[in-house]
């Protein structure tokens, strides 16, 4: 019997939130979770990414971690992802960073989260690249676009946020971030969240995210699509093509791991692709967001498990 995709992506979060699966899956799991993970540390990512560059797909590199429980945690991250950001510069590669607000410490220290968020993009900033803050589960929505029109107000230009698709609230979210000038990253939505704040039917999910779209691209925005979904990526681009909007006003954004080949296809056609890679050592999160997205994930990672 085929499984719904919003049941099964449900199923697996909640799964996933058990501390006896967890336990488990950090025990047994971590070779499995190589084929979404670029490395363990820095210096393999950035590796990759240049293998990545000479295929002509841009990277957005992610230091795994969230949800810190301790400031000096949120510290540490902070260090890494400057260190990151001079990493990128010294080796020339084409990527820029993304980073979650509550490994920053936003659950903690509002104030302080904000201050490490904003160390980031300043030190961006002076090597030229763009810091993406990433949009976390709903008790952290205002919060974070809150940051983000705070760093654009101080002239830190060169950082932009995500829009998720199956919030109720997100066509009116993504109006005011085009009014602010504020880049975005445009995702359907991974997190799990009540019916009464989010669509629950793709179909209803999908239907956003393409107005979204829209919107972005008839306001001459600059916009960033990431889906893995064909019928998504082949309608973006049927209307750049109908609409005359040119390769270089969009990109497709894509997951290390999933779809490379179509990554490196769309690239040889002209288009503007950048490859999600994250590294590090705390990839649990991800790695079961990943596995929830859709069954065919899953079912690719139990084809490897004797392997």
Known sequence: MKIGTELYRKTMLTVSSNPLVEKLTLRYGKSLARKFIAASDLEGAIEEVKRLNSKGIMATLDHLGEG??????????????????KAIAESRVDANVSLKPTQMGLALDKEMGYEHIRAVVREAKYYRNFVRIDMEDSPYTDATLEMIWKLHKEQLTNAGTVIQAYLYRSEQDAKDCIDQGIPLRLVKGAYKESSSIAYQNIKDVLWQYKRIIQMHLDHHVYTAIASHDDKIIRWTKQYALEHDIPKDRFEFQMLYGLRMQEQVKLAEEGYR????????????????????EKPANLMMVLKNMGK
């Open 68 to 85: 810190v429980t301790q400031l000096d945690q949120a510290l540490s991250y902070r260090d890494e992802y400057i260190r990151l950001i």
């Open 273 to 292: 692709v950048r490859c999600y890679v994250p590294y590090g050592t705390m990839w649990y999160p991800y790695y079961t967001r990943r596995l929830a």
